[in-house]
């Protein structure tokens, strides 16, 4: 049972420069939520998808953020141009669509933006 | 809209201490409620959930009740272990699932 894949686990840039965060969730599950972790703001959900369909991106926080999930066992979180304030760790979280409240999280990824 | 509020960390007990996280909601219909556990360089985990009222969930050694009548889900465990150090989240669940709020984490360390 691998659980929800994170990569990278790490990631270091500089400012500008495009970042692509990758998840593959449980097999089987048909939701999956991406997350960013910050000592300020806490967790916030960014994005969540129901069979692959992004259901509500109100939380991206800005345009250039995007995220897609092509197939049922893989997301990507995209950040174009990267800033600074854009360090965080971001988590990938899947679910069953009938049973979303139980999710089940990745270990995250830990982006540092110099 | 619904919300969570849990105390404010961190928190330092030595082994074997009663350990009390405070958690309470703001909710309009009939949530579940959850703690999560993250242990350091981890995702989080799910500890223990309740679905309805009066409910108490365990796991671990941890345990919450849901209590309606002042809408709170308190965490607690009768001796912690220094394995216990983490950071713990009460979270929120609208009664459609779809909804989702975690509070600002409370961090505990046991020190030996």
């Known amino acids: 049972d691998a659980g929800v894949i994170q990569s990278p686990r790490h990631e270091v840039t500089e400012m500008g420069q495009e970042v692509t965060l990758r998840c593959k969730p449980i097999?089987?599950?048909?939701?999956l939520f991406w997350y960013r972790q910050t000592m300020m703001r806490g967790l916030e959900l960014l994005i969540y998808?129901?069979?692959?369909?992004?259901?509500?991106d109100s939380g991206m926080p800005e345009d250039r953020f995007s995220a897609k999930m092509p197939n049922a066992s893989f997301s990507t979180l995209k950040i174009q141009p990267s800033e600074p304030r854009d360090s965080a760790v971001y988590f990938c979280?899947?679910?069953?669509?009938?049973?979303?409240?139980?999710?089940?999280f990745g270990p995250g990824t830990r982006l540092t933006v110099l | 809209g619904d919300s969570v509020t849990q105390m404010e960390g961190p928190v330092t007990l030595s082994e074997e201490a009663f350990l009390t996280i405070n958690c309470t909601y703001t909710?309009?219909?009939?949530?579940?409620l959850f703690w999560y556990v993250q242990y350091p360089g981890e995702g989080l985990q799910l500890l223990l959930k309740?679905?309805?009222?009066?409910d108490k969930g365990s796991n671990k050694g941890f345990e919450a009740t849901y209590r309606k009548e002042t809408t709170s889900f308190h965490l607690e465990k009768g001796s912690v272990q220094v394995s216990d150090s983490a950071v713990y989240f009460c979270?929120?669940?609208?009664?459609?699932?779809?909804?989702?709020?975690f509070g600002t984490g409370t961090s505990l360390t046991v020190i030996p």
């Open positions: 979280a899947s679910s069953f669509t009938d049973r979303p409240s139980f999710r089940f």
């Open positions: 097999s089987g599950h048909n939701s």
């Open positions: 998808f129901n069979n692959n369909v992004p259901i509500d």
């Open positions: 909710a309009t219909g009939y949530p579940s």
């Open positions: 309740a679905t309805k009222a009066d």
């Open positions: 979270a929120l669940s609208d009664g459609t699932g779809n909804q989702f709020y």
